[in-house]
Each structure stands twice: as structure tokens, then as C-alpha cells.
């Protein structure tokens, strides 16, 4: 079993949509959760960073962690075309210096 | 902020070259700096972890006289491919943190080709 689980989707919503993105684990060591936009022949953008259960907001992306479920998403509102990307996960356990990452959920706005 | 630069972005070369990549944070000092393998439609893969003045520490199965690692300076880190052969093409992507538990910040990544 992986440590960390990402549907790779692809995924296609219409623009404006609500768009949720998962990720589920098994190691209850993991502190920080991390969400990643890749655009294609490019390195991955930190979008949202968390520490512990709870939500985040930052413009229209939304993080949640639900530490006792092992269970984290990424919520995009109003979903623009430019939000087309692979979206990737990682986690880290407590001064860690490795990241876990998910194999990353293919995203398509279409206009 | 927390700007990573890596260069080159491209590289094709010929089998046996040994082949130079550099990560640079730009507006931050890197006191720990990574480098990853990703393979078409996967995620990323962890090959090193360099830490500023002390040697790199390599995951498992990668090859540290194959893939040379400095971290010169807090600024700059370097990955070698030495005698580089096509099994090694693949997209190199490095990262850098600030301290702790600060997150990573990647690069652009280098796609490297090997005839």
C-alpha cells in the first residue's frame, strides 16, 4: 500500500465549477500538508501549506485536513482554464526532511 | 518570494557526457536543498538531500557516483550525471528550504536527453 493516494484523474469541469481534489494516507506521523499545482515541463507551485487538521483559505483554493480520517482536500472555486494543471499532494512527517507526494490529479477547465 | 531557479531547462547530449545542473534560491537562503527524478505521468521521485557544507544524503537504489551532488553555498546546489547514458533521460527537478519546517520550493525543472 502507498502511503499516500491520489485519484490521477484526468478530471474535466466546465469553467466556474467547484473543483475538489483528494488525497487519503496511512501514516498518522504526517504534520504538514502541502498542495502542489504542476503545469506541464514545469516544477510544481506550493499553493496551500498546513500543519495539522483544519482549514485554510487563500483566494479561491480552499485546503482541508482531516487528520483523523487521513484524509486531505484541495477545493477550487470558480474554476478558471487557467487552472489546468496536475495537482499533487505531499506530506511530511515532524522535521522530516522528506516529502510524500501523490502521483497527482490531471485537471482540465474547459472554457 | 521563495524563488527557485534551475538551469538548464533543456539538454540533449550525447551518450557518455556527464552533465551539469544547477539550483539556485534566489531570494532565500537554502540551508537544505533536494533533488527529484519524475518520469512521464508520475509523481516525483526523491534521488537526494543535500544539506549546505556536508556531504548529500541518497535515497535508496540511486547512485552516488552517478549522480553528484555539491551544495556549495546556501544559495547553490549542483547535480552532475556523470557519463550520462539514455536510461538516465528524464525531467530533473530540484528544491529548496529555507529551515525546518518551512516547505519546499521547486524549480522549473531540467528535461534531459541522452542519445
Known amino acids: 500500500q502507498k502511503e499516500v493516494e491520489q485519484d490521477p484523474g484526468p478530471l474535466s469541469v466546465p469553467e466556474g465549477a467547484i473543483v475538489s481534489l483528494n488525497c487519503t494516507y496511512s501514516?498518522?506521523?504526517?504534520?504538514?500538508f502541502m498542495w502542489y499545482r504542476q503545469y506541464s515541463r514545469k516544477g510544481p507551485e506550493l499553493l496551500m501549506y498546513?500543519?495539522?487538521?483544519g482549514n485554510k483559505e487563500d483566494g479561491r483554493f480552499t485546503a482541508q485536513v482531516d487528520k483523523s480520517s487521513k484524509y486531505i482536500s484541495l477545493f477550487i472555486r470558480d474554476s478558471q482554464p487557467s487552472d489546468s494543471a496536475t495537482y499533487l499532494c505531499?506530506?511530511?512527517?515532524?522535521?522530516?526532511?522528506?516529502?510524500?507526494f501523490g502521483t497527482g490529479t490531471r485537471l482540465t477547465v474547459i472554457p | 518570494g521563495a524563488v527557485v531557479s534551475q538551469h538548464p531547462s533543456r539538454v540533449i547530449c550525447k551518450s557518455g557526457t556527464s552533465v551539469k545542473i544547477e539550483c539556485r534560491s534566489l531570494?532565500?537562503?537554502?540551508?537544505?536543498m533536494f533533488w527529484y527524478r519524475q518520469f512521464p505521468k508520475q509523481s516525483l521521485m526523491l534521488m537526494a538531500t543535500?544539506?549546505?557544507?556536508?556531504?548529500?544524503?541518497?535515497e535508496q537504489g540511486v547512485e552516488k557516483d552517478k549522480f553528484l551532488i555539491n551544495h556549495a553555498s546556501l544559495t547553490l546546489s549542483t547535480l552532475t550525471v556523470t557519463s550520462a547514458h539514455p536510461e538516465d533521460s528524464s525531467f530533473y527537478i530540484c528544491?529548496?528550504?529555507?529551515?525546518?519546517?518551512?516547505?519546499?520550493?521547486f524549480g522549473d525543472g531540467t528535461r534531459l536527453s541522452i542519445l
Open positions: 531570494d532565500f537562503q537554502a540551508t537544505t
Open positions: 501514516n498518522s506521523a504526517f504534520q504538514y
Open positions: 498546513t500543519y495539522s487538521s
Open positions: 528544491s529548496a528550504r529555507e529551515r525546518g519546517i518551512q516547505p519546499q520550493h
Open positions: 543535500s544539506n549546505e557544507g556536508s556531504k548529500a544524503t541518497y
Open positions: 505531499a506530506m511530511s512527517k515532524t522535521g522530516a526532511n522528506n516529502l510524500f
